[in-house]
């Protein structure tokens, strides 16, 4: 049964950082990629940042250079680095799962953003 449970979201100031954990299970990991979207209240989802199976990252301009999606040896964690938050980045953080159309940053482009499979969600809060 596939599974992405998230963990590491919190409250922090402007400019801090936190690190978004994601236990992922129930995937074979050569079929699917993998990425982090955010939900605010009463906005679009907006994916984030997405590993591809041969471990190519693409990200959402609005977090480029700010944010680090990255994976465990085993592939069964992921992870998200966020760093120099800023309040408009607050939001519920989820992980998601897709298998089809998913390389070369075709993904995160779609709007709106849509996965086949997803976690229950992390909120990050940041204040200025």
């Known amino acids: 049964q596939e599974q992405l449970i998230e963990s590491g979201g919190g409250s922090v100031q402007a400019g801090g950082s936190l690190r978004l954990s994601c236990e992922v299970s129930?995937?074979?990991?050569?079929?699917?990629?993998l990425g982090w979207f955010r939900q605010a209240p009463g906005k679009y989802r907006e994916g984030v940042a997405a590993?591809?199976?041969?471990?190519?990252?693409t990200y959402a301009d609005s977090v480029k250079g700010r944010f680090t999606i990255s994976q465990g040896n085993t592939k069964s964690t992921l992870y998200l680095q966020l760093n120099s938050l800023e309040p408009e980045d607050t939001a519920k953080y989820y992980c998601?799962?897709?298998?089809?159309?998913?390389?070369?940053?075709?993904?995160?482009?779609?709007?709106?953003?849509?996965?086949?499979?997803w976690g229950q969600g992390t909120q990050v809060t940041v204040s200025s």
């Open positions: 129930g995937f074979p990991y050569n079929n699917f990629c």
């Open positions: 998601a799962a897709e298998q089809y159309d998913c390389y070369q940053g075709s993904w995160l482009r779609r709007r709106p953003f849509r996965a086949t499979y």
């Open positions: 590993i591809e199976t041969d471990g190519t990252t």
